[in-house]
């Protein structure tokens, strides 16, 4: 299906900002000091989504969940042009959380983080994770 959007025609749907209809928001929830998913109650998967209908792994049944905000980089990139309110120079990285899924974190840093990189998420910036380099 395709949505004409300022003229042109894009398969993206617009959203709530630019008239139309609400996105899903798939980002990980922050608060209190944790980050909340769901997991599994068969195969104990966790995930960061915040609404699955089933385990996407054995189709199991999922249940709310909350994670440690520590973990270790995956992988980690700077990116170089702006995107959205975002001025380049940033990184990004995903973090495999210590008791939880792998999530996508904005780092408190201009560079990239090498793997393994102990980190803690301490907030949420513009909607994102934000994950610190522990001391
Ligand atoms: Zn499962």
């Not at 792998?102 to 513009?126: D, K, Q, W």
Request: contains cysteine; glycine residues 10%; positive net charge.
């Amino acid at each position: 299906m395709t949505i004409p959007v300022d003229g042109r025609v894009t398969k993206r749907r617009p959203g709530s900002v630019k008239g139309g209809l609400a996105v899903a928001d798939s980002r990980p929830v922050f608060r209190d000091g944790r980050v909340h998913g769901l997991r599994c109650t068969e195969c104990r998967n966790p995930s960061a989504q915040r609404d699955l209908p089933w385990c996407p792994l054995c189709r199991g049944r999922v249940v709310q969940d909350s994670f440690s905000p520590t973990g270790s980089v995956w992988a980690s990139t700077v990116v170089a042009i702006p995107v959205g309110n975002r001025k380049p120079p940033f990184a990004l990285g995903y973090v495999d959380l210590d008791d939880g899924p792998r999530v996508l974190a904005h780092l408190a840093m201009p560079e990239t983080a090498p793997i393994g990189t102990r980190v803690t998420v301490t907030g949420v910036e513009l909607g994102d994770l934000v994950a610190e380099v522990v001391a």
